[in-house]
């Protein structure tokens, strides 16, 4: 094969990304036909549910979506009543969200739902290859934090 052929079926990074589409569509199906939400707007949720006070700035960097996506879920999730700003005493720049009750009672009712969908998606892999792709997926998370971007010539 030619070394300067890319063949995508075999790049990690593509792989990665196909699979997380496919994951992601699967279970976007679940909560955007019952509560109308976009994949961006779940995500939001999920992150603020077990860490409520975070700023929008703070759920695009564990989210690692871009700030855009993120403050275009947050003024959706505002609209409808999900999530709640409260703004920095003497900063109205800086804000903490949380879910709203209504959002609380959505998160109770997705959550579940998603981690019996992970369950069967990992019910092809016995415990050890559980903990192996746990620690493989740690260990490339880690690596590729510290990477720069590829050179291109």
């Known amino acids: 094969m030619n070394d300067e052929i ?8 593509y792989r990665l990304s196909v699979l ?20 961006p707007e779940w995500r939001v949720m999920a992150v603020l549910a077990p860490a409520p006070g975070l700023s929008a ?19 959706r999730l505002l609209e ?18 949380e879910l709203t009750e209504a959002g609380r009672q959505i998160y109770r009712r997705v959550a579940p739902a998603l981690r019996d969908y992970e369950a069967t998606l990992l ?6 290859q559980r903990r192996a792709l ?4 740690d260990k490339l998370e880690a690596h590729a934090a510290t990477l720069q971007p590829p050179r291109i010539a």
């Open 123 to 128: 019910e092809v892999l016995d415990d050890a």
């Open 80 to 97: 409808t009543g999900r999530v709640q700003r409260e703004f920095v005493q003497g900063d109205r720049r800086r804000s903490a969200l």
């Open 57 to 75: 700035a703070q759920v695009a960097e564990r989210t690692a979506m871009d700030k855009v996506a993120v403050s275009r879920a947050v003024r």
């Open 6 to 13: 890319l063949v995508l079926e075999t790049f990690l990074p």
């Open 20 to 39: 997380s589409n496919r994951l992601s569509t699967a279970i976007s199906a679940a909560y955007s036909q019952r509560f109308g939400l976009s994949i």
């Open 134 to 137: 746990d620690a493989l997926l």
